[in-house]
């Protein structure tokens, strides 16, 4: 029997991702490792930004709905009612300046709208942060990982070569599992990274609505507040 012959019967007729992992350098190892863990972390912020999502949504509609039909805004807006509620917070922000601002005596209408105006933006502002918060971790494995991949290739192609020099031989059977092993860790990053981007730039998009809702029912509350304070 040929060479080739014994080499096709014992060559193995698929990839196997744990084999490639067991046999591949130490440092090809530790990248394909931390690349699966940045993947892992990854997939359990989309599912976890979607919950929360979803949760936030849930109960911003039953306090919004809910805030226009109740007149008692001391009850809406206590601390229970305002944890974890986006919009609560909002109102709550805008609420409280004007308070401020009417046992101030209103002396300046005008600036009190404006003061009022401020603090629901910037609550507006500071819930899309912490709504953001964690999506920079996916732009950040997104962008680094193919690179962390490619690090691992080329680490694996060097040994690769010092393998060609350390055995005097050239031949494919000798190349041939450690290039595989190395252009494995470069399908690692691009596993981790395309989800990512993907998962940022959709999940960035839901946050900008978000936010454009919570500036809409802002806006709401602070021309309530300008009618009730004309009404003064």
């Known amino acids: ?28 190892q530790v990248v394909i ?3 699966v863990f940045a993947s892992i972390w990854v997939w359990a912020i989309i599912f976890g930004f979607g919950l929360r999502m979803g949760n936030t949504r849930r109960k911003c509609d039953a306090f919004e709905d809910e805030f226009w039909s109740n007149d008692d805004l001391d009850s809406l807006l206590d601390a229970r009612r305002t944890k974890d509620n986006p919009s609560a917070r909002v109102a709550s922000a805008g609420v409280n300046e004007f ?38 971790f996916l732009a950040t494995v997104g962008s680094v990982a193919p690179f ?13 070569f010092f393998q060609i020099g ?10 041939a599992p450690g290039i595989a092993e190395a252009l494995f860790a470069t399908a690692i990053g691009l596993f ?13 998009n839901t946050v900008n609505g978000f936010e454009a809702r919570l500036t809409r029912f802002a806006d709401r509350v602070s021309a309530q507040i300008s009618r009730e304070m004309e009404a003064v």
Request: hydrophobic share 50%; charged share 15%; net charge positive.
């Open 1 to 28: 029997m040929s060479v080739l012959n014994i080499l096709a019967v014992s060559a193995p007729t698929r990839l196997d991702p744990i084999e490639l992992f067991m046999q591949a350098d130490i440092v090809v």
């Open 99 to 136: 308070r401020r601002s009417h046992k101030a005596g209103l002396k300046d209408r005008e600036a009190a709208r404006g003061r009022i105006a401020q603090a629901m933006e910037g609550q507006v502002a500071y819930e899309s942060d912490n709504l953001a918060n964690r999506l920079n």
């Open 192 to 204: 981790a990274a395309i989800p990512a981007v993907i998962a940022y730039n959709r999940l960035s």
């Open 166 to 175: 350390l055995q005097q031989n050239s031949s494919l059977a000798v190349v």
């Open 33 to 35: 490792a931390g690349l």
């Open 148 to 160: 962390v991949g490619l690090f691992g290739t080329v680490w694996g192609i060097m040994n690769s």
